[in-house]
């Protein structure tokens, strides 16, 4: 099934969606926080998709950035500790461009030589994973950046905002709009994007 979805892109986008899944409900935050953001710099995701197949729950988004970053001729970059990962989501994307990191995303990110507009951060379930990845990206990110996380929900290894327990209240306090969207009504998996300054601004830390 073909979900069109516009959501303020500049151009409509045909998604192949599962709608048994969160899917549809992920693909439509993602499409609205992209929209979001700066209309240049990098999009930066860490942890790759681990299914390598489109519809997937898992990792799914890999293949939607991908897209999206080469219909606007813009920059994407996937990062993941776990080779296999990689190699599966290369196969999945074909011939779309799209850069491949092998390794640790907090010693990956400040090497990076890209101003980036969108980090999403779906790696780890260790909340103090995507704190210090926060901060490895810092230097790079635009003023007007949005920082995703998925997983934002309570889980047995993570607190009450899942992945995003320690990095959702640091972007409160440092002046950040902090939004949570829930992917389904009445159950728990839901996502959080935060969004703070100016335009094309990179931000001082």
Known sequence: MFLLLLGGLAAAILILADMRSITVAKQKVLLRVYSLGPSQGAVVEVGTSRSG???SRDGHSTLLWAELCRRDN???ISIDINRQHLERARDA???CPATLIEGDAIDVLPRLQYPIAVLYLDGADAPEQ???QYHAAAN???GHAVV???DCHSYAMAGSEGKGTMLLPYLRSGGYHVTIE???PGRPEKMGWAQRGDRN???TT
């Open 53 to 55: 197949q489109w519809p």
């Open 74 to 76: 813009r920059e994407f």
């Open 93 to 95: 994307l074909g011939p």
């Open 130 to 132: 995507a704190l210090a």
């Open 140 to 142: 790079n990110l635009l």
């Open 148 to 150: 995703v996380i998925d």
């Open 182 to 184: 829930e992917l389904r």
């Open 201 to 203: 601004v990179p931000v």
